[in-house]
């Protein structure tokens, strides 16, 4: 199955919550901390209790890269403990020259085997044309991102009196030939989110920010809703995976996505 029909079967079903992967060993269990290995047993955990309710795990590079060639294996594992049928998307934020690129888009589609990366397309078109060579993955291309310094370049305003990340969304569009490219769009600007849903055409799109950055699920889905524009993933980390720092992390993991797709639920079906 690939990447997009992953992503469309889960939300068919309701499903639109994408765990966030950001495993930080500060942040897990004191008792695991102990245990042989601690972050792949708290991702084990985590996967098990949430996995029959998400619609995509998102494994974010950087707190696994820190840890050397454990860290790899220690990502490399955690992927495979996540069923085959629901969309991983590698959040490494890529983006060099061609050629590096194609070697970055090898390392997380044919090693890794991710379904799904994300992408930083401010060196252009053949920074990100690797990524989208692979006709059954989903890359999912920065447009304007949920951190405050979001401001310093996406939201610059052009000559033609847009700003910079809607050309990037216009970019997007105009690269979505082999219907593989999505958009990252952070969920903390909603006012932005309300002026350019429309510009989004069909790209999937990927909603960082709700929960510990602020961000409102009900307004974001609300939106969405009344666009009539289902092909989302709302992901959330620290929401879901530290809801609680005791033995109880696992279910309590489940209990908060099983809630938060109540939420959304009731409101497809207002």
């Keep these: 199955m690939n990447a997009v029909n992953k992503l469309k079967l889960k939300n068919d079903e309701g499903k639109f919550i994408c765990v966030g992967l950001d495993t930080d060993l500060e942040k897990i269990p004191l008792h695991l901390k102990y245990s042989e290995n601690p972050i792949l047993e708290f991702n084990k955990k985590i996967i098990e209790a949430t996995s029959e309710y998400?619609?995509?795990?998102?494994i974010n590079f950087a707190?696994?890269?820190?840890?050397?060639?454990?860290?790899?294996?220690?990502?490399?594992?955690?992927k495979e403990f996540i069923p085959k049928d629901i969309l991983v998307i590698a959040d490494a934020k890529r983006g060099d020259i061609g050629n590096t690129s194609r070697h970055y888009a090898d390392s997380v589609f044919n090693y890794f085997r991710f379904d799904?990366?994300?992408?930083?397309p401010y060196m252009g078109e053949d920074?990100?044309?690797?990524?989208?060579?692979y006709e059954n993955k989903l890359i999912f291309i920065l447009a304007l991102t949920s951190n405050p310094g979001?401001?310093?370049?996406?939201?610059?305003?052009?000559?033609?009196?847009?700003?910079?990340f809607q050309r990037v969304i216009e970019k997007v569009n105009s690269w979505n030939i082999k219907s593989n490219c999505a958009i990252v769009f952070g969920a903390?600007?909603?006012?932005?989110?309300?002026?350019?849903?429309?510009?989004?055409?069909?790209?999937?799109?990927l909603l960082p920010g709700v929960g510990a950055q602020g961000g409102s699920i009900e307004e974001v889905m609300k939106l969405f809703i009344r666009n009539k524009k289902l092909d989302l993933l709302i992901n959330i980390s620290r929401g879901i995976i530290y809801k609680d720092n005791t033995d109880n992390f696992a279910p309590a993991a489940k209990k908060e996505i099983i809630s938060l797709?109540?939420?959304?639920?009731?409101?497809?079906?207002?």
């Design 54 to 58: 998400a619609a995509a795990y998102k």
């Design 63 to 78: 707190f696994y890269e820190k840890l050397g060639s454990k860290g790899f294996d220690i990502l490399f594992q955690t």
């Design 116 to 120: 799904s990366i994300t992408v930083n």
């Design 127 to 133: 920074s990100v044309k690797p990524f989208l060579d």
């Design 150 to 164: 979001a401001d310093d370049f996406e939201k610059l305003q052009l000559k033609n009196g847009s700003y910079l």
């Design 188 to 205: 903390t600007k909603l006012q932005e989110l309300q002026e350019n849903i429309y510009a989004f055409g069909n790209l999937p799109v």
């Design 261 to 270: 797709n109540e939420k959304i639920n009731k409101l497809l079906s207002e």
